[in-house]
């Protein structure tokens, strides 16, 4: 019963460098999403994607792109990581009319 | 954008006092959820509340949904530091499919 994982848990990135952040959900969700969380702001939405082969852009998806390979795996890359893109990045899925299952996080510094 | 309040931002109490979260909005919504979030972690779901006046309890945990949909409680009696957390209220808008609005949290610690 993994649910949902996300790896890497912690990441170091210089201004200007590139990475992706990788998600898979076990539970067969059809909608996944990527939220940002950063103190006194709350969850924001970056990303998501109701089901498999869309996506739409959330609250603050300037600096990122996402991917929805398949059903099970949604992913989000920075392509030019910049200082104001530290945070903790979160991935979820969920069934229609259903709560959201998190991942445990990815804390992003970016120097 | 339906925006989600909630109050306290912060909370500090000693261990088998009583507290109540307010989560307050001027939009209506189809169904409102809570969520607790432990240090490192991501949050986790306690409840979903669906209609007008409902409420649920989950052992010492008490939810309400407002009558008109728009605000939502969350009483916890005789605290332990175990509810130590982050608690989010998240609500569903009409016809939004199953997209959230999420508050901005409670940061509750309870002191032994």
């Known amino acids: 019963n993994a649910g949902v994982t996300q790896t890497p848990k912690f990441q170091v990135l210089k201004t200007g460098q590139s990475m992706t952040l990788q998600c898979a959900q076990d539970?067969?969700?059809?909608?996944m999403y990527w939220y940002r969380q950063d103190p006194g702001m709350g969850l924001r939405l970056i990303y998501y994607?109701?089901?498999?082969?869309?996506?739409d852009k959330g609250e603050v998806p300037n600096g990122y792109n996402v991917s929805r390979l398949n059903k099970r795996e949604f992913s989000l890359r920075l392509e030019s990581a910049a200082p104001s893109q530290t945070s903790v990045y979160f991935c979820?899925?969920?069934?229609?009319?259903?709560?959201?299952?998190f991942g445990s996080g990815t804390r992003l510094t970016v120097v | 954008t339906q925006l989600l309040e909630q109050s306290p931002q912060f909370l500090s109490i000693q261990e088998g006092e009583n507290l109540t979260v307010y989560c307050n909005s001027s939009s209506v919504f189809s169904s409102l959820q809570w969520y607790r979030q432990e240090p490192g972690e991501g949050p986790v779901l306690l409840v979903t509340?669906?209609?007008?006046?409902e409420v649920k309890k989950l052992k010492r945990l008490t939810f309400q949904f407002g009558d008109a949909r728009k605000d939502s409680s969350l009483h916890i009696t005789a605290a332990q530091p175990g509810d130590t957390g982050l608690y989010l209220c998240?609500?569903?808008?009409?016809?939004?499919?199953?997209?959230?609005?999420f508050g901005g949290g409670t940061r509750l610690m309870v002191k032994p």
């Open positions: 509340v669906v209609t007008g006046g």
């Open positions: 998240a609500g569903q808008p009409p016809r939004a499919g199953n997209m959230l609005t």
């Open positions: 994607s109701a089901s498999e082969g869309t996506t």
């Open positions: 979820a899925s969920s069934k229609a009319n259903y709560g959201y299952t």
């Open positions: 539970m067969n969700h059809n909608s």
